[in-house]
T-cell receptor, first 111, second 115 residues
Framework: QQQVKQSPQSLIVQKGGISIINCAYE??????FPWYQQFPGKGPALLIA?????SEKKEGRFTISFNKSAKQFSLHIMDSQPGDSATYFC??????????FGTGTRLQVFP | GAVVSQHPSRVICKSGTSVKIECRSL??????MFWYRQFPKQSLMLMAT?????????EQGVEKDKFLINHASLTLSTLTVTSAHPEDSSFYIC???????????FGSGTQLSVL
């Protein structure tokens, strides 16, 4: 019940395209859903996060879509750029409790 | 955003020696710090949670006598890998937080290689 399932494992997108990464969870007590971006040899950096009281949150080219009934949330990267090539992790937590991370998606954006 | 400094970024040591990794919150007081371990192309695995002034809480399967965590102040936590062996080679990452997880920030990680 503590798992967060993430897909796909890897994703190749052409420059200018839309990258979509999906996550699913079981624990309905989760109330915080962040997405992290990690470059090789670096720690993760918070990209965008959402709480279950809204269905969508947009920050620049990054959008989180949240479906509470389906217990799913996704990250959309619009107008994907080569600089977006990185590994993306979804996560979930209950309040200030530990984050449960997804398995990660390696995104490659080709020019 | 807030900055979490982790040092060293890379360390190579001989088998049997101990290695200390520092995690500092530079511009805020961190009530909680987390330590993670990450193998190549894998997700972050939480090792332990530490709160200032109290003993760390270790995740199941993590040897507390091997991975010593000290959270001596609101801005500093250290992870010491004792008697390191090649299987301890990994990427170690700390994170520091305040009242909510929206204020959780990660260090840049430490690549430990044990020869």
């Amino acid at each position: 019940q503590q798992q967060v399932k993430q897909s796909p494992q890897s994703l190749i997108v052409q420059k200018g395209g839309i990258s979509i990464i999906n996550c699913a969870y079981e624990n309905t007590a989760f109330d915080y859903f962040p997405w992290y971006q990690q470059f090789p040899g670096k720690g993760p950096a918070l990209l965008i996060a959402i709480r279950p009281d809204v269905s969508e949150k947009k920050e620049g080219r990054f959008t989180i879509s949240f479906n509470k009934s389906a217990k799913q949330f996704s990250l959309h990267i619009m107008d994907s750029q080569p600089g977006d090539s990185a590994t993306y992790f979804c996560a979930a937590s209950i309040n200030t409790d530990k984050l449960i991370f997804g398995t990660g998606t390696r995104l490659q954006v080709f020019p | 955003g807030a900055v979490v400094s982790q040092h060293p970024s890379r360390v190579i040591c001989k088998s049997g020696t101990s290695v200390k990794i520092e995690c500092r919150s530079l511009d805020f007081q961190a009530t909680t710090m987390f330590w993670y371990r990450q193998f190549p192309k894998q997700s972050l695995m939480l090792m332990a949670t530490s709160n200032e002034g109290s003993k760390a809480t270790y995740e199941q399967g993590v040897e507390k006598d091997k991975f010593l965590i000290n959270h001596a102040s609101l801005t500093l936590s250290t992870l010491t890998v004792t008697s390191a062996h090649p299987e301890d080679s990994s990427f170690y990452i700390c994170s520091a937080g305040q009242a909510t997880n929206e204020k959780l920030f990660f260090g840049s990680g430490t690549q430990l290689s044990v020869l």
